[in-house]
């Protein structure tokens, strides 16, 4: 995989980016979003610039980056499929339903599948406590999940 | 253990300035400290240690460890102590059964995830959670084995949250393993040195300490390896890397660091006589317990391979060196000093003092030109950097000194910055005045090149006025013409302090179209509304200061800069408080004070002229001689004079003339034509090179003695380890004037110190007692200032009245022209100081190998030079090689270069221009012209074939 930062345009791109929040206060996070929106991660090679353009240093960035895992340090599949494994989910028996799921798609944790479709993530909660275990495709929440029904939701999504 | 072997207690948080004063007991005991202070202080101001490990008082309070927890009566739960602030009344238990069960448990977490390993730890005796295991009686860690980031391996294979040491720093070693996440390394980056290299990455048990990003070591990230991290580790994590080699010292050394003129006071931690770590005194009045790489770390070359230790003479420069004793060396270089006199007279032969050397060591090189060679033959290397400075400061204000303290800077609203670099130049300051920015302080920098400051991460913007070099009197005085015509000076301080008839006829002066903005943008290439807006913005802040640099004494116009920048203080009444003030940044250790000591040929100790015929009474009764009261001569004189056969013999102590004074040929030619050249120093340096007699030196670390710092604070410096050469400086200088007939006595440099104490008006109160008792004190200090004075010119200035003096703009005679089309401008950087002769003995070589030249990416395309290519600079001077760098730093037309390696011999390029009044050469400014080159030039393949000629030496008989 070749990093976007070798692409002509990268830096006018972010460049564009880092205008369109930097009069916001706090213009970090929503900078980071665009740039995950757009390069599907957040490239090393764009911290420095934003810590530049933010009179901040990239030891920063990179401590905010590292701190929410869902900003990315590399691309993840096109469909992201996360499992909560947080504790009303695993007295539902989350732990089993992720087991199986992992065996079913041939991946573990943070991994995507060889085809690039599929990438699967660990999620602390997602507020469906009360239809537990869940699961989330994209958008698309699931209550009450099981193996069939996720990958249902895999297929329809055409992952 | 950490207190047995730092001295200064860790208070747990930083002291809290104010005029409330709150009373609380704590575990019985009454205290009363200022409001705002947390109840870990008040405890510890009581005596009492509250047990913490992200708590230290370098760096604010963090209330992360949960270890200093107390219960305070009529609170809720146990409230952190660090972070919670005293309040009349309040009563604090530090010990009860509850809050030892919860610093128990506490503990017992953080040492489920760290190495046991306490015997063959590097920070064994030296780690603070050590010492708490033991002060909150951990017995034993309950919880099982499980995951950790300490095991290299389990019994499954590699332990995946397991990182090996981070080695890429020279000087200390990063072990992930020992760490306990307090972020006190992360804080201490950014609260005092400013630098922002650290963060915590990820977050819960993925928390790590990391050096820039993912991809960084601590070398390839911003890191400056100033030591504060390291300082404040509590564990082994971030360590010293000659503590894993030596062990902990066992005793301290108080002294001052011999680099730039900060006079950082550090304790010298030893073993023996061998120096384990330096770390910066938190009760150094000048850096409050900060440091930067240098004086931290690169101390190295006191114990260097290629450091000479014993004496040596020759014939010719020509000849091989032959080591000789003492005595030969000495009668070799008196009889000759002495044949000079007899065949060229009196005026023949001189000194060079060293701004590197102690103030008595200075003073008895001045002493030995004036009472024992009988004239007044005597100048510094502050000739080639701040003379200006005190000619500027003399004219003005009446004092040939900066006006304020370091402390100062903590309350001004805006620093003007002109022709410094202060992080690289003056690191600790820089650190001190990043802070105060982040506070929100305004800055202004005048400077051809975008220096670092201006990218201070959490400033607000800064305005950068980048002049073409030579232009700084046109900027700055467009800059007073503004506050004049939009009448934005002070006139209550101008009627009071000054003399408002002069300034009015400054002010007519000012007025002149010629030195408007708009007129100034033409030569100076600054446009005209920056100007404006930095003078509006000077003279509106409340306490505005100015800070200063070579860039603005190294000028045909140096004096003129000094004393427009002076005008501007008069103009708008910053002068005399706090926050304000004009501040020579000075370049070395002891610059100060060897022009306090009499080092300049017109003047005795305290700037008394020769000619005055009192100051003269007072040196010859107390040295029994008749004095010449006729001003000697400077060293570019002592050169011309040398080429013209009439000067025959110079002692040059510590210093390196031949690479640091400009246009380097004619400085070589003229000590080829000398028939005694002795030279004092560490190294066979440059100089050495034309040089007969060689003197070992001896290092900062091996005497006694005193340095002044740029806001004239005489800091002790004080012997941790015998002389490897013998003798401290000032002895061998004694032996030499002995040699020649005087007939000195000094045992010990506190006798040097009364009689410039006994002869010096300034210097009247200070003595070693009063210095050891104090730490330092500031000159003025006699009998109306005993202890001092921390800033000068309160009431009125030293020469009555503030003098503004009409600050023509006259260009360079130094133009670029087709030949040479442009402008080299000169500096230096964070790793390296000065000739390098210290630094680049020392590991920050990985830093700075080599000199590099600074050239905008227009006038490198036009040229046909990429980066990294070797370059010829050449000047109507001469010329050398070094390779490019390609940056938008310099502006189109200027390129910049140090002067650290003397491979590259930068100065081989500078002019012989220099300032009218005092001679300071003009290294700032040298038409130049750039091309491609091969490699080194004739000149540097000449002088390094002389150079490997004049550096043998003869075996010894012995051997």
Redesign the interface.
């Known amino acids: 995989m070749t990093s976007p930062a070798t692409d002509a345009d990268f830096l006018l791109r972010l460049d564009e980016i880092i205008a369109a929040h930097k009069g916001r206060e706090g213009p970090l996070l929503p900078i980071l979003h665009d740039v995950q929106a757009e390069w599907g991660h957040v490239p090393e090679e764009a911290q420095p610039v934003l810590a530049e353009a933010l009179g901040m240093t990239r030891a920063e960035v990179h401590g905010v980056v590292s701190f929410y895992h869902d900003f990315r340090d590399h691309p993840h599949g096109r469909h992201v499929l996360r499992l909560c494994r947080a504790e009303a989910c695993q007295s539902m028996g989350a732990e089993a339903l992720a087991e199986e799921v992992r065996t079913a798609l041939g991946i573990d944790w943070h991994e995507t599948t060889p085809d690039g479709r599929l990438t699967l993530e660990p999620v602390f909660c997602l507020g469906l406590c009360a239809c537990a275990p869940s699961a989330q495709m994209g958008d698309r929440l699931l209550g009450r999940a099981n193996l069939a029904k996720v990958q249902k939701l895999v297929a329809e999504a055409g992952a | 253990m950490k207190d047995f072997i730092i001295p200064d207690r860790d208070m747990g948080t930083p002291a809290v300035k104010s005029d409330v004063t709150v009373n609380l007991i704590v575990d019985g005991i009454p205290v009363s400290v200022p409001a705002g202070t947390s109840v870990m202080r008040a405890a510890a101001v009581a005596g009492i240690s509250v047990p913490k490990l992200c708590a230290t008082d370098h760096v604010s309070a963090f209330g992360s460890c949960r270890l200093c927890v107390v219960q305070i009566d009529g609170m809720r739960g146990l409230p952190a102590s660090c972070t919670t602030p005293v309040t009349e009344g309040m009563v604090v238990h530090t010990q009860t059964d509850e809050v030892a069960q919860i610093r128990k448990g506490v503990m017992e977490l953080y040492i489920s995830d760290h190495p046991l390993d306490c015997l063959t730890c590097a920070a064994n005796g030296d780690c603070e959670l050590q010492d708490m295991a033991g002060a909150v009686g951990l017995r034993e860690v309950r919880y099982e084995p499980g995951a950790n980031h300490f095991a290299r391996r389990d019994a499954e294979g590699p332990n995946p949250e397991y990182r090996p040491k981070d080695q890429s720093n020279p000087y200390f070693t990063f072990d992930p393993a020992k760490c306990i996440v307090c972020s006190r390394c992360v804080r201490a980056c950014e609260e005092v040195q400013g630098?922002?290299?650290?963060?915590?990455?990820?977050?819960g048990f993925d928390s790590r300490v990391?050096?820039?990003?993912?991809?960084?070591s601590f070398l390839s990230?911003?890191c400056v390896s100033c030591g504060a991290c390291v300082q404040v580790c509590p564990t082994a994590t971030l360590i010293e890397n000659s503590v894993i080699q030596i062990g902990t010292p066992e005793h301290i050394v108080k002294t001052t660091c011999a680099y730039c003129g900060v006079g950082c006071s550090f304790d010298a931690h030893m073993r023996g006589e061998e120096v384990v770590r330096m770390v910066p005194s938190k009760d150094g009045k000048a850096n409050h317990g900060h440091s930067c790489v240098k004086g931290r770390f690169a101390w190295g070359y006191a114990t260097h391979r290629e450091r000479q230790t014993q004496p040596m003479v020759r014939e010719r420069i020509t000849d091989p060196w032959r080591v000789v004793t003492w005595d030969e060396a000495l009668d070799f270089a008196a009889s000759r000093l002495r044949q000079a006199q007899a065949d060229f007279g009196r005026d023949a032969i001189g000194v060079i003092t060293s701004s590197r050397c102690t103030n008595e060591e200075t003073y008895l090189v001045q002493k030995l030109a004036r009472a024992v060679f009988h004239n007044n033959n005597t100048d510094t290397c502050a000739r080639v950097c701040h003379s200006p400075t005190g000619y500027g400061l003399k004219t003005t204000f009446g004092t040939s000194a900066g006006t304020h303290d370091f402390d100062s800077v903590d309350e001004t609203d805006l620093a003007l910055v002109i022709g410094a670099n202060p992080t690289d130049g003056h690191p600790v300051f820089a650190s001190r005045l990043r802070k105060r920015l982040r506070e929100g302080a305004g800055l202004i920098v005048l400077d051809p090149r975008q220096i670092d400051l201006l990218?201070s991460?959490?400033?607000g913007e800064g305005l950068h006025l980048p002049l073409r070099p030579g232009t700084n009197v046109a900027v700055l005085t467009a800059m007073a013409h503004v506050i004049v015509a939009e009448k934005l000076y002070d006139e209550a301080f101008i009627r009071e302090r000054c003399d408002w008839d002069e300034f009015l006829a400054y002010a007519e002066f000012l007025l002149d179209p010629r030195h408007a903005p708009e007129e100034v943008e033409k030569l100076s290439k600054v446009p005209a509304e920056l100007i404006r807006k930095a003078a509006r913005a000077y003279a509106a802040a409340p306490r505005a200061s100015i800070y200063y640099g070579l860039g603005v004494t190294e000028h045909s116009q140096g004096s003129t800069t000094v004393m427009a920048i002076a005008n501007l203080a008069m103009l708008t009444g910053n002068i005399g408080e706090p926050g304000t003030g004009v501040n020579p940044l000075r370049g070395q250790n002891n610059v100060q004070g060897s022009c306090d000591m009499g080092s300049f040929p017109h003047e005795y100790p305290g700037y008394r002229h020769v000619s005055d015929p009192e100051a003269r009474a007072i040196y010859e009764r107390a040295w029994g001689v008749e004095l010449s009261p006729e001003p000697g001569l400077r060293i570019p004189n002592m050169f011309d004079e040398a080429l013209a056969g009439r000067f025959k013999g110079l002692y040059c102590q510590g210093e390196d003339i031949v690479q640091s004074d400009p246009d380097t040929r004619h400085v070589t030619s003229a000590l080829a034509a000398m028939d005694i050249v002795i030279v004092q120093d560490l190294f066979l340096n440059e100089t050495a090179n034309y040089a007969h007699v060689f003197l070992p030196g001896s290092s900062f670390l091996e005497k006694n003695g005193t340095f002044t710092n740029a806001e004239r604070r005489i800091n002790m410096v004080r012997r941790a380890m015998t002389p490897k050469n013998g003798y401290e400086d000032w002895e061998v200088t004694q032996l030499l004037a002995n040699r020649m007939g005087a007939a000195w006595s000094y045992t010990h440099p506190r006798e040097i110190m009364a009689e410039i104490a006994l002869t010096t008006p300034s210097f009247a109160g200070v003595s070693y007692d009063l210095l050891d008792r104090e730490g330092s004190v500031q000159w003025p200090c006699n009998d109306k200032a005993p202890l001092g004075t921390p800033v000068m010119h309160i009431d009125g200035f030293v020469r009555g009245r503030g003098k503004f003096v009409h600050t023509e703009y006259v260009a360079t005679e130094e133009r670029t022209g087709a030949r040479f089309p442009l402008l080299l401008t000169t500096g230096r950087i964070l790793s390296q100081y000065n000739v390098g002769a210290q630094t680049r003995r020392t590991e920050n070589v990985v830093w700075h190998p080599e000199d590099i030249l600074e050239i905008h990416p227009s006038d490198a395309e036009n040229r046909g030079i990429r980066e990294g290519d070797w370059v010829r600079v050449a000047s109507r001077s001469g010329d050398t090689s070094l390779r490019a760098h390609i940056t938008e730093r310099v502006a189109p037309g200027v390129v910049y270069t140090t002067f650290h390696h003397p491979t590259t011999q930068a100065n081989v390029v500078t002019t012989d221009n220099s300032d009218w009044a005092t001679n300071c050469p003009e290294f700032k400014v040298t038409a130049v012209q750039v091309s491609p080159s091969n490699g080194p030039s004739e000149w540097q393949e000449e002088y390094r074939h002389h150079s490997d000629l004049a550096r043998r030496i003869l075996p010894t008989a012995a051997e």
């Open positions: 630098t922002f290299a650290l963060t915590i990455e990820g977050r990391s050096a820039g990003m993912a991809s960084d990230s911003d990218n991460p959490h400033m």
